[in-house]
């Protein structure tokens, strides 16, 4: 089994599109990339840390592909918003992909050339080592499965509902 870290916006809008993957074993929603330790969804959402919502993957490489997996979290967001994603705004709702290995970094950097070069357009997902990753509170994980009408509400308010698969 491998992982992978991606920052999408709001961790809740972007779990179901990768937990329906085959190959695709767990998806967590939680917060990486910042220096505090333990941090909560209020500080997070408050913008009081330097975290980004961000999903853990875990996926089995022989069925999915750590380049599959970008390809679905790109077609998922708007990466040429530099200031969050959709309604949610700030850093911590900024894009990123935080690689675990040069494998990785190099597959992101080349994804993000292709559409930078497709679209004639900046992207701006930073592209960070993995430092750390912190799980969300209970009520975070599998959001859509919990809070169905919620999480509608949340696509269709948010401007996601076009993007999400």
């Not at 990339?33 to 909560?40: C, I, Q, S, Y």
């Not at 979290?73 to 900024?94: C, E, K, M, N, W």
Request: glycine share 8%; proline share 4%.
């Amino acid at each position: 089994m491998a992982n992978a870290y991606f920052a999408g916006g709001c961790f809740w809008c972007i779990t179901p599109t990768f937990r329906q993957w085959k190959g695709v074993e767990n998806v967590i929603s939680g917060y990486s990339g910042g220096l505090e330790e333990n941090p909560t969804y209020e500080a997070v959402k408050g913008q009081l840390t330097s975290h980004r919502e961000t999903i853990l993957i875990t996926y089995d490489p022989e069925q999915v592909s750590f380049e599959t997996l970008l390809e679905i979290f790109l077609g998922g967001v708007d990466p040429f918003d530099a200031g969050g994603q959709f309604i949610d705004r700030g850093h911590s709702y900024t894009l990123a992909v935080y690689y675990l290995d040069e494998a990785q970094k190099m597959a992101t950097e080349a994804a993000i050339r292709a559409l930078e070069a497709e679209s004639g357009k900046q992207v701006f997902i930073a592209i960070e080592p993995f430092r750390n990753f912190y799980t969300a509170e209970e009520y975070h994980q599998n959001y859509d499965l919990k809070n169905p009408e919620a999480f509608r509400r949340e696509l269709e308010e948010s401007g996601r509902l076009d993007r999400h698969v």
